[in-house]
């Protein structure tokens, strides 16, 4: 009996009917909507993250079977036992940021990406790179990987671009996401609109005047929804 295996028994047994209900509606699980053929079971977080701490040694093979899942909540726990990988240092983190990219089609939906990307994509940018003992920025290669998930016509990848970028509004680095936000002004997607305003308010929590200069440039053409997430304080 293999520990993947175990795991997917453990999470069923979990399972709870009403709550995967909600949680289908809450997620835009039916016919059409972001999240359509998406699986609950309705396990809660708190449980998740309890199990992925215990299944923590589940290796990339292991993983990539539950990104595939149709279950919602095994996709989850992949991604929060990558997460936990990069953050512990139990895996190489060039390997982790590159099975993450690999496997971006499974991340599909805003909360795995929104408690993957910034840990995992945006962290990995955000180190130096040491080359001949020699520190060197990654700016180039920030912008090729960010702005390539930017112009990706997955709805996933782009929502992926712009929170990565968190990791570097922490840092009071604002050059990629007010790039990527220019990028997504006519974006048609509401979950892009409000990922936008939600970074560029994280941007004015930390520097109010980088906000209003970029306002003042964008404003008449920002989507509503992008407008008042970002003005939300």
Known sequence: MSTLFNLRVELKSKANV?????LQRFFKTGKGEYGQGDIFLGVIV???????????????KDLRQLLKSKIHEERLTALLILVDKYEKGREDKKSI?????KNTKYINNWDLVDLSAP????????????TNNTRMTRINKNKFVLYKLAKSKNLWERRIAILSTYTFIKNNKFAEILKISEMLLSDKEYLIHKA??????????????T???FL??????????MLRYAIER
Do not use: C
Not at 119 to 130: A, F, H, N, S, T
Not at 196 to 209: A, I, N, P, Y
Not at 216 to 225: A, E, L, R
């Open 119 to 130: 840990k995992i994509v945006g962290d990995y940018l955000m180190r130096p790179e040491i």
């Open 196 to 209: 936008v305003g939600w970074m560029l308010r994280e941007v004015g929590k930390r520097s109010q005047t």
């Open 18 to 22: 009403k709550k995967a209900k909600i």
């Open 216 to 225: 003042k440039i964008h404003y008449q053409k920002m989507p509503g929804v």
């Open 211 to 213: 906000l209003e200069k």
């Open 97 to 101: 940021f590159n099975f993450y990219l």
């Open 46 to 60: 708190p449980e998740i993250r309890e199990m992925a701490q215990r299944y923590k040694d589940l290796g990339f």
